[in-house]
């Protein structure tokens, strides 16, 4: 037996508004044709009036916690990966606590942008192995569309808002076939930094800042970074390509996730794809995904499911868990 953090339930929350391609090319400089060939993306959700990363972040964990029948005073530890808090301080997390109704636990955010979520199962992980904590809700939650530069047509059409959360718990299972986290592995290179990045912040312009990217550049390191990652994961676990039910990936581009599975020798048919529906939203893209395949059926209790980002900072990193 060993002690592993196993998901009890998934949940997600989308903002009220859905925007087509065709909707936004009204507005900026593009088209629908062109953005669905470059990056198989159809419609993204804006978050509107009262809509924030503490609201959808709080939609989502109660979904999840609803999946896993645990009332949220279960829960003794939050994580919530973000790059678009609520405020510079304090953590978004503390909000999502104070909406759940939880009075003492653990909550802080991670910033690690569109590879936040994999930060944030790790750190999960490795404190409910190490005693830490016994119950997480592992949040990601993005209201990206604050932060885009609406007049830039390369970096608008691309994100989206929206969340998605687990409950994490510690238990013990069977080495060989039990369910939850069988490895991680993370990664990051701050020599790339301005390829992806906000032009503000509180220490240096003090605005808020907009998002700048090389997009090109960005796509070059990404189906690199990731397929090594996954690899790693894989050889952490003991298992192979062959073995992998389903992978549910960051979702940035089609392109990139057809890249990612070639450079893998993965079925493409295994691969979790919302970008087209959701666009990329950042942190929250992988737990979104995640929950949209457990609850279609894809994906079911002993499957192999292999997590995987990349975002700014360079960051990225890979999950391989028995769900
Ligand atoms: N609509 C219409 N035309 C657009 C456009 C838009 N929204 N955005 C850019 N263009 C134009 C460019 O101006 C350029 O025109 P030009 O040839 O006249 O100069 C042309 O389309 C090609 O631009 P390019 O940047 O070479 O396109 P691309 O094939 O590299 O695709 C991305 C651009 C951003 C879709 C692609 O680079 C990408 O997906 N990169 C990774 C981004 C990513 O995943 N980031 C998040 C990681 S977490």
Redesign the pocket.
């Known amino acids: 037996m060993t002690l592993r953090s196993v998901i009890l339930g998934t949940g997600s929350a989308l903002p009220r508004r859905r925007v087509d391609n065709a909707e936004l090319a009204k507005t ?4 629908d044709e ?2 669905v060939a ?2 198989g993306i159809r419609s993204r959700y804006i978050a509107g009036e009262g809509e924030t990363t503490s609201s959808l972040a709080i939609a989502a964990s109660k979904r999840a916690l609803e999946a896993a029948g645990l009332p949220a005073t279960d829960i003794d530890l939050i994580i919530l990966a973000t790059a678009t808090p609520d405020q510079t301080f304090p953590a978004s997390a503390t909000t999502v606590q104070a909406g759940l109704g939880i009075n003492d636990c653990v909550a802080f955010d991670v910033a690690a ?2 590879s936040g979520f994999l930060y944030a199962v790790t750190v999960a992980d490795n404190m409910l192995r190490g005693g830490a904590a016994k119950t997480a809700l592992v949040i990601g939650s993005e209201t990206f569309s604050r932060i885009l530069d609406w007049e830039d ?3 608008c ?2 994100f989206g808002d929206g969340a998605g959360a687990i409950v994490l718990q510690a238990q013990e299972t069977d080495a060989a076939t039990g369910r939850g986290i069988i490895a991680n592995r993370l990664h990051a290179d701050g020599r790339h930094n301005g390829l ?1 990045s906000v032009d503000g912040g509180p220490s240096t312009t003090g605005t808020v800042g907009k998002v700048r ?1 090389k ?2 550049d ?2 070059r390191h ?1 189906v690199v970074n990731l397929a090594q990652v996954m690899q790693e994961v894989l050889d952490d676990a003991g298992l192979s390509a062959a073995d992998v039910d389903w992978v549910v990936p ?1 979702q ?2 089609a ?2 996730l057809d890249a990612t599975a070639r450079k893998l020798g993965l079925d493409p048919a295994r691969v979790v794809v919302t970008v087209d529906r959701h666009a ?1 939203t ?1 942190a929250a893209s992988v737990p979104l995904a995640l929950d949209v395949a457990v609850r279609d059926g894809r994906i079911k209790t002993g499957d192999l499911v292999v997590l995987e ?4 900072g360079f960051t990225w990193g890979a999950c391989a868990l028995r769900f």
């Open positions: 900026v400089d593009t088209s062109w953005i470059r990056t942008v569109c047509r390369t970096t059409v691309l992806l990217m997009g090109q960005v796509f990404a960051h940035a581009n392109r990139i990329n950042s980002a990349m975002g700014g």
